[in-house]
């Protein structure tokens, strides 16, 4: 798991990478996750445990920093187009290659949640779960808690 040291961190804090950290090794087809805030700042990352198979493609190069990179700039850009369109708030992007798929999902205070997938996942399957931990990290993610996932991030780099 590439995610914050849990010494010295709350029970929420523990509690949402335990969340991250299931949703990685029990949805099948999910490579990675990471969890973004409203302002682009990784606060967590996760990795599967088990081996990525050798012809499988491995995470976005640079894993935990490129997949912020990539939820924030698909968060942005798909709350861009809403909003240009007037379509209002952006609930999931989705975006479907050849090899691989990435999700990204908006929790209650802006921040984001993204999935980096196989080509060959059930999309349904990855969006529920996602719509799962989102349901339970929304309350947890408070402003404090934010804090600290930054900071323990800051001091893992």
Same mark, same amino acid.
């Given at each position: 798991m590439t995610a914050p040291s849990t010494y010295g961190l709350s029970t929420q804090a523990r509690n949402l990478q335990w969340l991250l950290t299931d949703?990685?090794?029990e949805?099948?087809?999910v490579n990675s996750v990471a969890v973004v805030s409203?302002?682009?700042l990784l606060?967590?990352?996760?990795?599967p445990t088990a081996p990525?198979?050798?012809?499988?493609?491995?995470?976005?190069r640079g894993a935990s920093a490129d997949l912020a990179t990539i939820v924030s700039g698909l968060g942005s850009l798909t709350s861009g187009a809403a909003d240009l369109m007037e379509l209002g708030s952006v609930k999931q992007t989705m975006v479907a290659m050849e090899h691989g798929s990435v999700f #990204?999902? #908006?929790i209650s205070d802006g921040s984001l949640l993204g999935v980096h997938a196989t080509p060959d996942c059930d999309m349904s399957v990855v969006a529920y779960h996602m719509a799962l931990f989102v349901g339970r990290a929304g309350h #947890?993610?408070?402003p404090e808690?934010?804090?600290?996932?930054?900071?323990s991030m800051e001091n893992t780099s």
């Open positions: 949703l990685v090794e949805v099948p087809g409203s302002d682009g606060l967590l990352s996760s990795q990525v198979e050798a012809d499988r493609p491995k995470g976005p #990204v999902m #908006v #947890v993610l408070t808690v934010r804090s600290e996932l930054r900071q």
